[in-house]
């Protein structure tokens, strides 16, 4: 059986979110490196105006593999 995680990661100018923004601080924070971006749950509830920005899809699938080992 196999466990599927779904998260998304948002650039802008090949520059990578790293934040979260909210109401109290909304500012967003970029970086130059991808392995800093910030991985989102879902895009539901952003309060980032996603107009000029990219959203990537990461899919993350994990299995789960079962074998019956005979000895001899």
Same mark, same amino acid.
């Given at each position: 059986?196999?466990?599927? #995680? @779904?998260? +998304?990661?948002? /650039? &802008?100018?090949?520059?990578?979110?790293?934040?979260?923004?909210?109401?109290?601080?909304? #500012? @967003?924070? +970029?970086?130059? /490196? &991808?392995?800093?971006?910030?991985?989102?749950?879902?895009?539901?509830?952003?309060?980032?105006?996603?107009?000029?920005?990219?959203?990537?899809?990461?899919?993350?699938?994990?299995?789960?593999?079962?074998?019956?080992?005979?000895?001899?």
């Amino acid at each position: 059986m196999a466990k599927e #995680t @779904i998260t +998304y990661i948002i /650039s &802008k100018d090949n520059l990578w979110v790293t934040n979260r923004p909210s109401k109290s601080v909304p #500012t @967003i924070k +970029y970086s130059t /490196s &991808k392995s800093d971006a910030r991985k989102f749950d879902g895009l539901d509830d952003l309060s980032i105006d996603l107009t000029g920005h990219r959203i990537f899809k990461l899919t993350h699938i994990e299995i789960d593999e079962e074998e019956e080992i005979k000895l001899e």
